[in-house]
């Protein structure tokens, strides 16, 4: 008889197992040096290697279950309660160890990154194919997220390295935070407002599809920095030349050049959608939409809208996340954001600083993708539903 | 009644409708036919305003359309397309109650009216209202079409190559179940096609244009039968003689047929006496008037009874004398049984009918 294995599930669990042998954390006397590692088995306090052993054996034997609700809901659950676990071990471990340091700090090291890769392949895998609506999907998806940043409110990971330092910018943080959504998410409303009009002007003005799309293209292939560095001069000369744009801020650095720069890049999936999401209404359709007597309006409401609008608003959605990442490289010419933090940190040799700066910019952009993924299905009318890639 | 005074429709100095004047009575299926760019499809186009003539009037049962919100006079006009152009996003019975929702009908009613208009076109409301246009194939899409250009039951139906996507097969199941329909609904339709089988199939009337003017506007047999001029015949084609049969039923020059009863067949032949008519030939039913076989008499001798697969060999009262004649010359026979629905006798077809057809008057 052979065996049926659930793959993903069983990948999840198998990397699981290996992660307990890798360091498990870094302790370290202060901010930049050098850490000891620590093996999971070695940790002074926390759940003991037993338990996430079994659980993850347990999870491997659920691989080789067949389909059945009853098994699914075991995968969802075990899934994030193997997460819960190695949070724990993190955070009770470390506690045990910054203790007796003034300045002493402890970070994940590989055993501890690759078992979050464990849990977000077992998660995503027990997620993979169930047959579970959007609000509940969405909540078991950010599960792990609201684990992290409960923990982290509760004070549960004060000793980590990364915390610490969050912890002496606390206020900078705030500031740049909403320096980063303000121009990321001023960006894609700008490129929304210049993008929809031209990928509509592109569908109605054949002729004028090959410019607009050679336009947005190019724009594209230009690496971030290049463009970047390509606003500082002409800025700088607009900025010396007009004083009242100099009162309103703009400048060769800061934010007036990483907004331009950023809108830019934004440009090619919202104007390439637009264009898309009419082109995605048959001409049959409009025209016994018209045959049929509806007005103007209604054409729009019943016809121009259920089709266009979701392929549209995936666009802004593939934007709003790129934008959020180069959001991040625009703090190299002084625009701040959460960037800021990771070219400080790479400045000091402060690893902790850096991953302080990456972490809620990842998390900002899943938070982001989830959200709006949610409000296009919502969007998305029923017969529709195949232009969903997820 | 629709009717076109003097229309004319300039493209930019390229007229595609130059001087129409037409009557096309109500009731009746009145089909648009001609080569591309002839402006049949335009003239479709005018009666619901999708295209403003450049000058005249089409006036819809004495009103001139000009006088009726645009919007309005297609809520009471069906539009049938060849891309039917089902809106995807919603299910049939939603399709099918757009024109019903625009007219404001509570919801309750517009569901009842779909489900209605489903049995009509012979798809199972139970199976087919809650599927998505993508899940139909391209017969069932248009019969959808059709069925919502009927919903709010409008007078007048336009229909711009509604079968011209299906294939040939489906087209004919699609058009008989048209024809069908409309004798019961008795809408005035107006139907452009480029195929000449499906106008004679079809209409009523055939208008045949020719660089946006009427060449000639006729019942379908005088088309064929009659050509005004050189364009038409050639339009027709060559085997027009063979096309204008498709004019005429069965019924229009059916015979009494010579049976003999099973059970009166002496050693398998028919004993002495039965009389036969001209074609010699002589068909064996059972009991139930069913038929069975069939033997011939040529040079005072009675040939072997044949047994005879009745659905093979047989027309009804509503086939064509094309239809009759392909069997007739298929099976090398001088006469074809008529039969009615459960393939009992009522007649039969001959070869020297459908001559006379041929040769009647009208055809030069």
């Known amino acids: 008889m052979r065996l049926a294995c659930e793959k993903t599930t069983a990948l999840g669990a198998v990397i699981g197992i290996g992660a307990l042998s890798l360091p498990f954390l870094l302790m370290k006397e202060n901010r930049v040096a050098l850490g000891v590692p620590y093996l999971y088995h070695a940790l002074p306090r926390g759940p003991h290697m037993l338990l996430p052993l079994t659980l993850l054996l347990v999870i491997l034997a659920t691989a080789f279950f067949p389909e059945r609700p009853a098994v699914r809901a075991a995968k969802i659950v075990l899934g994030q309660l193997y997460l819960a676990l190695m949070l724990a071990a993190l955070s009770l471990a470390g506690a045990v160890l910054v203790a007796p340091e003034a300045f002493g700090r402890v970070s994940p090291s590989s055993g501890f990154w690759l078992a979050a890769v464990a849990a977000y392949i077992l998660i995503q895998g027990s997620l993979k194919n169930a047959p579970i609506g959007y609000p509940l999907r969405f909540l078991i998806g950010v599960a792990p997220l609201i684990l992290v940043v409960g923990m982290f409110l509760g004070g549960w990971l004060d000793s980590l390295a990364v915390v610490m330092e969050f912890a002496n910018r606390q206020d900078r943080f705030m500031s740049e935070l909403a320096t980063h959504l303000y121009i990321s998410l001023t960006a894609v409303g700008l490129a929304t407002l210049i993008g929809v009009p031209l990928g509509v002007l592109a569908w109605k003005q054949r002729h004028l599809e090959k410019p607009v799309f050679g336009g947005v293209n190019a724009l594209q292939t230009i690496p971030s920095l ?24 703009v400048s060769g650095i800061g934010n007036a050049p990483a907004l331009i720069a950023i809108t830019l890049y934004a440009l090619l999936p919202i104007t390439r959608n637009a264009y898309a999401g009419l082109a995605a209404i048959e001409t049959g359709v409009i025209d016994s939409g018209r045959g049929m007597g509806m007005t103007r309006v209604e054409l729009m409401r019943y016809v121009e809208v259920p089709i266009a609008l979701p392929i549209m608003l995936s666009g802004v959605r593939v934007s709003t996340v790129q934008a959020i990442g180069n959001t991040a490289v625009a703090a190299l010419i002084g625009a701040g954001g959460l960037g800021a933090f990771v070219f400080q940190g790479l400045g000091q040799g402060a690893p902790d600083l850096i991953v302080m700066g990456v972490l809620p910019i990842i998390a900002l952009s899943v938070c982001i993708d989830r959200g709006l993924a949610v409000l296009i299905s919502v969007l998305t009318p029923p017969g529709r539903k195949d232009i969903l890639d997820d | 009644m629709i009717k076109f005074e003097h229309v004319v429709k300039d493209y930019n100095g390229v007229t595609a409708v130059d001087d129409i ?261 002589l068909w064996i039913v059972d009991a139930g008037s069913v038929l069975v076989g069939m033997c011939r008499r040529s040079e005072g001798k009675w040939s072997d009874v044949r ?34 629905e459960d393939n009992r006798l009522i007649g039969e077809v001959r070869l020297t009918d459908i001559e006379a057809v041929n040769q009647s008057d009208g055809y030069v």
Request: net charge neutral; aromatic share 4%.
């Open chain 1, 226 to 249: 290049a463009l970047f560095g390509l606003m500082i001069a002409p800025l700088a000369y607009v900025s010396r030349q007009f004083p009242l744009l100099r009162e309103l801020g």
């Open chain 2, 21 to 281: 004047s037409l009557e096309l009575p109500a009731g009746k299926i009145c089909v648009f036919i001609g080569p591309s760019g002839c402006g049949k499809t335009t003239s479709l186009r005018l009666i619901n305003r999708m295209i403003e003539p450049s000058s005249g009037t089409i006036r819809l049962d004495g009103t001139p359309v000009s006088k009726i919100k645009a919007e309005e006079l297609r809520r009471g006009i069906g539009y049938v397309i060849q891309s039917v152009g089902l809106l995807p996003h919603m299910s049939v019975r939603e399709n099918i109650g757009i024109v019903p929702r625009l007219l404001g009908w509570d919801k309750q009613k517009r569901d009842d009216r779909a489900d209605a208009l489903l049995e009509l076109i012979g798809l199972a409301p139970a199976v087919y209202r809650d599927k998505l246009p993508h899940e139909l194939s391209g017969g069932e899409a248009q019969r959808v079409g059709v069925a919502r250009a009927l919903a709010a039951d409008p007078p007048v139906l336009l229909m711009d190559e509604p079968f011209g996507a299906v294939d040939p097969l489906g087209r004919e199941v699609l058009q008989r179940e048209f024809l069908s329909l409309n004798r019961e609904l008795k809408k005035t339709v107006v139907f452009v096609t480029h195929d000449l089988d499906e106008a004679i199939r079809l209409g009523d009337r055939i208008v045949l244009m020719r660089e946006g003017k009427v060449v000639q506007d006729d019942i379908p047999e005088r088309i064929l039968g009659a050509p005004r001029n050189e364009f038409v015949r050639e339009f027709v084609g060559a085997d027009r003689a063979l096309k204008r049969l498709s004019c005429f039923t069965v019924e229009s020059c059916m015979h009494h047929a010579a049976s003999l009863d099973l059970s009166a067949l002496e050693d398998g032949r028919p004993p002495e006496g039965v009389q036969v008519n001209g074609t010699g030939t």
């Open chain 2, 307 to 340: 047994e005879v697969r009745a659905a093979e060999l047989g027309v009804n009262t509503l086939s064509s004398l094309r239809d009759a004649l392909s069997r007739l010359l298929g099976r090398g026979l001088k006469a074809v049984p008529v039969l009615s």
